[in-house]
C-alpha cells in the first residue's frame, strides 16, 4: 500500500491504520490487491481529544482482527438502522478508539519489551482489586513480581498512573459500599470484610472517597 503526504509517498506494510482529519487529502494505492476496511464519521471536537491516536500519520497497532469486528459492527449497525443504532454505533466508535489507544500506549511503554512483566503487573492489579479484602503487604507484592518495593512502584505508577495502595484502597471502599447496602450488616463487619482491620482508619478513608461517613452513606440507602 502506497500512502500520499505532502507530495510524498510512504510504503505502508499489512496491518496499517490511519486516522484522517477532516478535510484532509486521502490518497493512497495498492500495488495489488488489499483489503481495505474503514468507516467515515462525524465527531463533537472533543472527541478526538480523549484519546492519544494521531492523525493523518500511519501507525500500527496490534490488536487487528479486535479492530476489524468494530468496524463491521459499526458497519451493520448504520446499515440496520434498527432501533438505538446510533447510540450503539457511538458506542462501538468509543470502544474502537480505546482499543487503539490502548495498542499505542502498550507500543510506547518502556516495558513492552518485557511482556512477561508486564503479564505480571496485570495479574498483580487484577488479583489486587478482586480480592481486596486479603492481607496486601509490600512484600506480597514484591514476591508477587519478584521485584524490590522501589521497582514495584516505579513500574506500577509507570503503568497504571496510580499506586498499587491507592488502587487497593478504592477497590475496598468500593466493595465497603456494596455490602453496606446489607442491612444485616454492622459497619464493623463491613470494615473488616472489605480488608480494613482497624474501623477507624476505614471510615476515614471512606469520608475522603465518599464524601461522607460509612453510617450516613447507609442511610441514604435507605431512603427510597
Not at 510504503?11 to 486516522?19: E, M, R, V, W
Not at 468509543?94 to 496485570?122: C, E, G, M, V
Not at 471502599?173 to 446489607?182: E, H
Not at 444485616?184 to 461517613?213: D, E, L, T
Request: glycine fraction near 2%; proline fraction near 4%; charge should be neutral.
Amino acid at each position: 500500500m502506497h500512502f500520499y503526504f505532502d507530495h510524498k509517498e510512504r510504503l505502508a506494510s499489512p496491518g496499517a491504520c490511519i486516522l484522517y482529519a477532516p478535510g484532509y487529502t486521502q490518497h493512497y494505492t495498492a500495488e495489488k490487491e488489499f483489503f481495505n476496511s474503514f468507516i467515515h464519521f462525524k465527531y463533537h471536537p472533543d472527541f478526538l481529544s480523549e484519546y492519544a491516536i494521531p492523525t493523518n500519520q500511519i501507525f500500527y497497532p496490534e490488536e487487528i482482527e479486535e479492530i476489524n469486528w468494530f468496524l463491521k459492527k459499526i458497519h451493520y449497525e448504520f446499515c440496520m438502522q434498527s432501533l438505538h443504532s446510533h447510540r450503539m454505533c457511538e458506542s462501538y466508535c468509543h470502544q474502537l478508539f480505546i482499543t487503539l489507544t490502548r495498542s499505542l500506549y502498550k507500543q510506547h511503554h518502556p516495558l513492552t519489551q518485557n511482556t512477561d512483566l508486564l503479564a505480571l503487573f496485570d495479574q498483580l492489579r487484577l488479583h489486587l482489586i478482586s480480592s481486596c479484602e486479603e492481607d496486601w503487604s509490600i512484600q506480597r507484592m514484591c514476591e508477587f513480581v519478584n521485584l524490590e518495593k522501589s521497582q514495584l512502584y516505579t513500574y506500577y505508577h509507570a503503568l497504571f498512573k496510580t499506586t498499587p495502595k491507592s488502587d487497593l484502597i478504592h477497590a475496598r471502599i468500593d466493595r465497603a459500599k456494596y455490602l453496606l447496602t446489607n442491612e444485616a450488616m454492622q459497619i464493623k463487619q463491613v470494615s473488616q470484610a472489605s480488608g480494613f482491620n482497624n474501623i477507624y482508619h476505614f471510615s476515614r478513608y471512606f469520608k475522603q472517597i465518599c464524601g461522607c461517613a460509612p453510617s450516613d452513606y447507609t442511610k441514604n440507602k435507605k431512603v427510597p
